[in-house]
C-alpha cells in the first residue's frame, strides 16, 4: 500500500521553511552585528508596556515569549523576525490558492519570495514584519466571511485588525482595504455582511482599547514621534512629488524587482504547447470578486501611502512596504492577463528560474558582507563591528565603574550592539531618558552608574574616543553614588 503524499499545504510549508534556513544561516555568518530594528526590540523587551515611546506594543509582546525560552540573543531575534515573515508568505499562499488555484498561488509564491523583503531582510523583526502575516490574513479572513455568510469570520477579521493595530498603526491600510472590497462585491446589500462589518469593527476597537488609553495617559507618546519625523515632515511641493517618486520607484523598481524577473521569464519560457486543466477558486465567488479582492488589497496600501507623501508631505521611509507588498505580485499578473494564465505556466520552470535568481541573490549578499575579501557596501550597518567595539570599551570602562557595566545610555543600536557582546548583558538607557526607558530605575543609575555613548562629528567635552574603526563614536562614564546602596541587576 503506497504511503500517503504530503499534503500542497504542508509542501509548501517545508518549501519556505528551508527558503529561510538557507538564508539564516547566510545572514547569521555574513553579519558582524543585528538590524537596528532587532536590538530596539531587544532593548524595549525588559519591559511589557501597552505602549512604547515609537511604537504600539505587540511585537515586543511576541518578542518576549522566545526571549524567555531561548535567551536575550541576535538570533533569537532572527529566528523570530523569519517566523513571521514565513507566516505572511504561507498566508499570502493560501488566499490565493483560494482565489485562483494552486497553479495560480505558487507562482506568486515564489515571486514574492524573490522581494528583497522577505529574503535578504529575513531575519529583521520589526513592526512591518510583525503586520505582515494580520495584512495577508485580513484579506483571506474577509475572502471567506463574504463568500461564507458566517458571522465568525467576520469575528475573526475583527481580532486582526484589532491585533494588527496593536503591531502597527499602518493597518488602517488593511482596514480600508477591507471596506473598499466590502462596497466591490456587493456585500453591502446583505444584512448579514451589514452586521458582520459592524461586529469586525467592534472587536477591533475593542482590543485596541487599553493601547488607547495607554496612548491618552502617555501623551500620545508614539503618535507625537510619527508627526514630529516621518509623517510631520511638511516637505514643500517639489520635494513631496521626489519623494513619494522615489518611494514608489525603490518598492517597485528595487525591491521587487526580481518578482518582475520572474514574472517576465515564466511567460517567456513556458511552452502554450503544454496546456493543463485550468485552477479554479476553491471558495464560493466569481472570478471578477476575487480580481476585486487582488486589487483592493495590492493597490490600495501603495495608493494611500503615495497619497500621504503628495498631500501631507510625509517623508515616506523605505521599509514601509514591508507588509504589503507581496500583495502587489498578483496584482501584476492580473495585469499581465492571458500571458499569466495558470494553464499557460510551467511551475517546473518557475522554480529553476526562482534558484536561479536566489543563487544571484546569496551571491550579491555575501559579496556586500563584512567577511567578504570584496567588502563592497562596507559602511552597511550588518558590519558594524560590535564585538571590536566590546574589545575596546569592556575593561576600560568596568575599571572606571569600579565594577560591572549594568546600564549604557546612548543611541539604542549602537548601545544595544554592544550591549549584546558584553558579559553583563546591562540593560539601555535610551538617549539618557528615563521616561521613555521603563526597564531602568533611578535607583539603578545611581547605585550602577552609566556607561555614556555619544555619536558625534567631534570630540565632546568629558569624553573618550573609543578609537580606531570607530571615528564618530565616544564615551564617559557616571560612576556609582556612594550612598546609593548596592547595585542589583533588574
Known amino acids: 500500500m503506497p504511503a500517503p503524499s504530503l499534503s500542497l499545504d504542508i509542501k509548501v510549508l517545508i518549501g519556505l521553511f528551508l527558503f529561510s534556513v538557507v538564508w539564516l544561516l547566510q545572514i547569521d555568518?555574513?553579519?558582524?552585528?543585528?538590524?537596528?530594528?532587532?536590538?530596539?526590540?531587544?532593548?524595549?523587551?525588559?519591559?511589557?508596556?501597552?505602549?512604547?515611546?515609537?511604537?504600539?506594543?505587540?511585537?515586543?509582546?511576541?518578542?518576549?515569549?522566545p526571549v524567555h525560552l531561548f535567551g536575550l540573543s541576535a538570533r533569537t531575534s532572527y529566528a523570530t523576525g523569519a517566523l513571521f515573515t514565513l507566516a505572511g508568505l504561507f498566508l499570502f499562499w493560501k488566499l490565493l490558492n483560494d482565489l485562483r488555484g494552486s497553479r495560480y498561488a505558487m507562482l506568486a509564491l515564489l515571486a514574492a519570495m524573490c522581494i528583497t523583503y522577505y529574503n535578504e531582510r529575513m531575519h529583521f523583526f520589526n513592526h512591518e514584519v510583525v503586520l505582515m502575516p494580520f495584512f495577508a490574513a485580513s484579506a483571506l479572513l474577509v475572502w471567506r466571511a463574504v463568500g461564507s455568510r458566517q458571522l465568525r469570520w467576520w469575528a475573526a477579521l475583527g481580532c486582526c485588525l484589532g491585533l494588527g493595530a496593536l503591531a502597527k498603526y499602518q493597518m488602517i491600510l488593511a482596514a480600508v482595504a477591507v471596506f473598499l472590497f466590502w462596497l466591490a462585491s456587493g456585500a453591502w446589500?446583505?444584512?448579514?455582511?451589514?452586521?458582520?462589518?459592524?461586529?469586525?469593527?467592534?472587536?477591533?476597537?475593542?482590543?485596541?482599547?487599553?493601547?488607547?488609553?495607554?496612548l491618552f495617559l502617555n501623551d500620545f507618546g508614539p503618535i507625537r514621534y510619527a508627526t514630529e519625523s516621518s509623517l510631520g515632515a511638511s516637505l514643500g511641493g517639489g520635494a513631496r512629488l521626489l519623494n513619494t517618486l522615489h518611494w514608489l520607484a525603490d518598492q517597485l523598481l528595487n525591491r521587487a524587482l526580481l518578482a518582475?524577473?520572474?514574472?517576465?521569464?515564466?511567460?517567456?519560457l513556458h511552452r502554450r504547447s503544454r496546456l493543463v486543466p485550468q485552477d479554479t477558486p476553491?471558495?464560493?465567488?466569481?472570478?471578477?470578486?476575487?480580481?476585486?479582492?487582488?486589487?483592493?488589497?495590492?493597490?490600495?496600501?501603495?495608493?494611500?501611502?503615495?497619497?500621504?507623501?503628495?498631500?501631507?508631505?510625509?517623508?515616506?521611509?523605505?521599509?514601509?512596504?514591508?507588509?504589503?507588498?507581496l500583495l502587489a505580485v498578483p496584482v501584476a499578473m492580473e495585469l499581465a492577463g492571458a500571458r499569466l494564465h495558470a494553464s499557460h505556466i510551467s511551475i517546473t520552470t518557475a522554480i529553476k528560474c526562482f534558484v536561479a535568481l536566489q543563487l544571484a541573490l546569496l551571491l550579491v549578499a555575501q559579496m556586500t558582507s563584512a567577511r567578504s575579501e570584496l567588502r563592497l557596501?562596507?559602511?552597511?550597518?550588518?558590519?558594524?563591528?560590535?564585538?571590536?567595539?566590546?574589545?575596546?570599551?569592556?575593561?576600560?570602562?568596568?575599571?572606571?565603574?569600579?565594577?560591572?557595566?549594568?546600564?549604557?545610555?546612548?543611541?539604542?543600536?549602537e548601545a544595544k550592539a554592544l550591549a549584546l557582546k558584553l558579559r553583563e548583558k546591562p540593560l539601555v538607557l535610551i538617549d539618557g531618558r528615563m521616561d521613555i526607558s521603563p526597564w531602568i530605575s533611578q535607583h539603578m543609575v545611581d547605585a550602577c552608574g552609566v556607561l555614556h555613548l555619544q555619536l558625534a562629528a567631534s570630540q565632546p567635552p568629558g569624553h573618550q574616543p573609543v578609537g580606531e574603526g570607530f571615528p564618530s563614536l565616544f564615551w564617559r562614564v557616571t560612576p556609582p553614588e556612594e550612598d546609593a546602596g548596592s547595585c542589583v541587576p533588574s
Open 29 to 65: 555568518s555574513s553579519s558582524l552585528t543585528a538590524p537596528k530594528d532587532n536590538l530596539e526590540q531587544l532593548t524595549w523587551v525588559h519591559s511589557l508596556e501597552w505602549g512604547y515611546y515609537k511604537h504600539p506594543p505587540l511585537p515586543t509582546w511576541l518578542l518576549s515569549v
Open 260 to 268: 518582475w524577473v520572474l514574472l517576465g521569464l515564466v511567460m517567456a
Open 377 to 413: 557596501n562596507s559602511r552597511h550597518w550588518r558590519n558594524f563591528d560590535s564585538k571590536a567595539l566590546s574589545q575596546a570599551l569592556a575593561e576600560p570602562a568596568r575599571e572606571a565603574l569600579g565594577g560591572d557595566i549594568r546600564v549604557i545610555a546612548g543611541p539604542t543600536a
Open 189 to 214: 446589500r446583505e444584512r448579514v455582511h451589514m452586521i458582520g462589518l459592524v461586529l469586525a469593527a467592534a472587536i477591533s476597537l475593542a482590543i485596541i482599547s487599553p493601547h488607547l488609553y495607554w
Open 282 to 325: 476553491q471558495r464560493p465567488g466569481t472570478a471578477d470578486a476575487s480580481r476585486a479582492l487582488i486589487l483592493c488589497f495590492g493597490l490600495t496600501p501603495i495608493v494611500l501611502t503615495c497619497a500621504i507623501g503628495i498631500f501631507a508631505g510625509s517623508s515616506l521611509q523605505l521599509h514601509w512596504g514591508t507588509p504589503f507588498l
